[in-house]
């Protein structure tokens, strides 16, 4: 099988929402007037973000959920992708597998595949996603204020708990264990709330090197500080009855792979974040303030701070 | 030096032509009314696209360089590109020679670097780049006609007679060998001129898998063949004399890494065609003609068929 026939049998299907797919030099995108072109790009490189073993279908997912997942952040709609892939060699059942479950994910966001490029060489997954998002209205790191309401969508620390449990530092009850790893492997990009949160979220960043990491961006983005609430961050880690009581709080907050939504909102703005939440079917759980003071601190319900620190997962510390 | 550090460092400059650029989630684009937006992308593999001692303020040229000539063959205007690199460490001396390559390039095309992800892995460097093209103005694959003349942009197969003398199966006086070795790690993307041939070429693609082979995606997509004159084919390779007569048609044929532009456009636009080469200040020679017996041949001056066989390269061949 050569190079061309690859990308002919596992990658090429007709482009829906682009002018011009796969074959050509270029695929073209055509946005809609009045909307801007949010694009995001994420490598992921075998032995660093997934292990050699890993399986091959999940691990199609995961490359895509990882970007639309920055578009979920932005408030963007997926429109299209592009796929750069290094291969050691083209292997026909982990070819099928892994393109089966990248396609899976394509199509239910309507998202295209409309170019990339095949090479031989150490496995390597490099995805650049774009969507739509009306000129203007795009969520940034840097909208967050003082008085606003900080947030987390769904369930955040369970990936990294899976990935302890495979490196064999923790023990989980294999029912439990199986949900924490379809956290880690099958992470569920919030496309919907992101796009929902359009005109009512002031700043937001998907949650993928840790909660309190990743947090400290938006804070930094946007000259404010936080106080986070202990007891309505614990929750948030779904396995939270099988782990040790106090590795909970680092599981939430520095956990990372999690691709959930993190972001503020007024706080008279608390019904139409709930609205938000029911119509993309994606829960949503208020877990602190933004306040003047610079830094990121976690409270108890007495007000009292807790010691932490908030490192973010860096490549290259 | 961490992977925040890194960014700030070596790749964050403002954007001049993306109203979002490094720094958030997503980039944002946005075209000017009217017109598409060409996407390609590109991978680069330690081992398999350079080698290993590879001067890294080539390499970040070229790593661009590839891309805009995609852009270059679809008569896009570049606009914008993502990185995404995979390092085996941070070496600064590295970082700093291979981002500063890679930006002179940019800052010549004012093409932003707007996005993009870092991490540790087997080096790789693969980047997504944007152009914008009026609607329905893209040169494509498919348009090639019987009887349209075929082009080729400046010179064609040094950069594999230079690779042949690192593998050591040629040797070159030094002189001649430091200008192939130009075209192989400096390759020159023929923006300009493939924005000047909107209107006038029917089809192009740009040369990086070799001359025969590209061509041959060219009459596939536009279902017709072509003859090409050995005699205006040969005076394409700048260090013919250096060598071997029976090797010279394979160097021009089969070389690859070229990235000139391969082109077609009818006989009667031939005073175009030298406008639009003046225009870009880039020599074009007419080397064949579109024909509708499928296949691609190679015809003497007395139009007798030479015996010529035209693989392109595959990496999974």
Not at 125 to 139: D, K, N, S
Not at 152 to 172: K, N, W, Y
């Amino acid at each position: 099988m050569g190079e061309f026939d690859l990308i002919d049998r596992f990658f090429k299907r007709p482009a829906r929402r682009s002018p011009l797919g796969i074959g050509d030099d270029c695929a073209l995108l055509a946005p809609r007037p009045g909307m801007q072109l949010a694009v995001s790009t994420d490598m992921l490189v075998e032995g660093r973000h997934f292990f050699p073993e890993a399986d091959p279908e999940s691990l199609g997912h995961k490359s895509l959920a990882v970007n639309l997942s920055d578009l979920a952040a932005c408030g963007a709609e997926p429109l299209a992708f592009t796929l750069a892939l290094a291969l050691p060699r083209a292997d026909e059942r982990w070819l099928d597998a892994f393109s089966s479950g990248m396609r899976s994910l394509a199509h239910a966001h309507i998202c295209d595949l409309v170019g990339g490029d095949t090479t031989r060489g150490p496995l390597n997954v490099c995805i650049t996603v774009f969507g739509e998002v009306p000129q203007g209205e795009a969520l940034l790191r840097s909208g967050a204020q003082e008085g606003d309401d900080v947030y987390a969508s769904g369930t955040i620390g369970d990936a990294r708990v899976a990935l302890e449990v495979l490196r064999g530092s923790l023990h989980l009850p294999p029912v439990v264990f199986a949900d924490a790893l379809g956290r880690l492997e099958r992470p569920t990009p919030r496309v919907a709330l992101g796009q929902a949160l359009r005109g009512i979220a002031t700043s937001a960043i998907d949650v993928s090197d840790g909660l309190g990491g990743d947090l400290q961006h938006v804070l930094r983005a946007s000259n404010v500080g936080a106080t986070l609430d202990h007891d309505a961050l614990l929750p948030l880690l779904a396995c939270r009855d099988h782990v040790p009581e106090l590795r909970r709080l680092d599981f939430v907050l520095g956990g990372g792979d999690d691709y959930e939504l993190l972001f503020t909102a007024p706080a008279d703005r608390r019904e139409a974040v709930q609205q938000a939440s029911a119509q993309a079917r994606t829960r949503v759980t208020r877990i602190g303030c933004i306040e003047r003071k610079p830094g990121l601190r976690v409270a108890d319900s007495q007000g009292r701070y807790i010691r932490h620190t908030f490192a973010s997962f860096d490549h290259f510390a």
